[in-house]
Every structure is written in C-alpha cells, then in structure tokens.
C-alpha cells in the first residue's frame, strides 16, 4: 500500500473503514451500541469532510489501488512544535503488515518544525498502546475525556521529534 493525502472521493471509504475497525477493536470494550454511537458522531461523513480543509493538519490514506487499508489524521496546535495524532487506524485484514508504520513516518515527516507528537489511546486497546511504546511514544499523562466530548478516559502518549 502507498500512503498519500486523503480527497473527498475517499471519504466514503474511510468511514467505512473506520466503523469497520472500531467494532472490531472496541465492542469487547463499550460495547457495539456505544460504538455505533461514536462512530456515527466522529467517523461521519461532515466530520471526515471537515477533516480535508483543515490548516496545519494532515489527512492521509493507505491505498493499494483497490481498498483504504488504514487512514491517519494529524493537526499541529497552537504550539507547532506541539503535533496531536488524532486517529490512525488500520483495518483489521491490514495489520502487521506495515500500513500503521508507514503512516506514521509519512505523519512525521509531515511536521517538520515539530517536537513532539502527542496522542490519545484506550488503555485497554494493547495492540495499539504496544505498537505506539515500540515506535518511541512514552507516557505523557491520562485524559478523562478521549477526543473531547467522549467522556471516555485514555492514556496520553508523547513522541520527541527531530
């Protein structure tokens, strides 16, 4: 799969992908109520779309030419030193095969002038908690609200860049 920026023409593709993938990964966790919930809320189709126009932001698919394996979605905040990951997801038929990990350095190479690159992760979810801590994320802190209106609490992860 190559990794290249996210268009309007991918967005179906990505919901799909992302609903897809939090039920796998998370019903065992909320349940699959509760993530139907979140995903018609986060993985909307208004809310990718917002996603695309974003300043200082990066929105990037994993493509073989036939399918979205995995899709990631980084902003820089107020502080551009300072990078949020805010998803990257990989479907399930995907993972272990380097779609996470190229990703990831095409996020990074995305930001430049950044310093740190910070996201949020259920601590429950091992396989992504142990993919990020093997890509040199270390322990930055706990939120009580992943994503923010979630209510959902999560662990916070920090890379140092450059």
Sequence with gaps: MFVRTASE????AVRAL???????????????????EISD???????????????????LVAD?????????FASATTDPKIVLLNQLYVHPDCQRQGVGQSLLDEIEA?????????????????????FYEANGF??????ADCGG??????????KRLG
């Design 64 to 72: 073989d030419g036939k399918r979205i394996g995995g899709m990631a």
């Design 18 to 36: 992302l609903v897809e993938t939090w039920h796998a990964t998370y019903d065992a966790i909320y349940g699959a109520g509760r993530v139907t």
């Design 138 to 143: 270390r322990p930055a802190g706990r939120t």
């Design 41 to 59: 809320d986060w993985h909307s189709i208004a809310s990718l779309r917002s996603r695309l126009t974003r300043p200082s932001s990066e929105f």
């Design 9 to 12: 023409r991918d967005l179906a």
């Design 110 to 130: 995305s930001f430049p002038e950044a310093r740190t690159l910070r996201l949020e992760v259920e601590e429950a979810n091992a396989p992504a908690v142990a």
């Design 149 to 158: 209106g979630s209510g959902i609490p999560a662990l916070i992860l920090e």
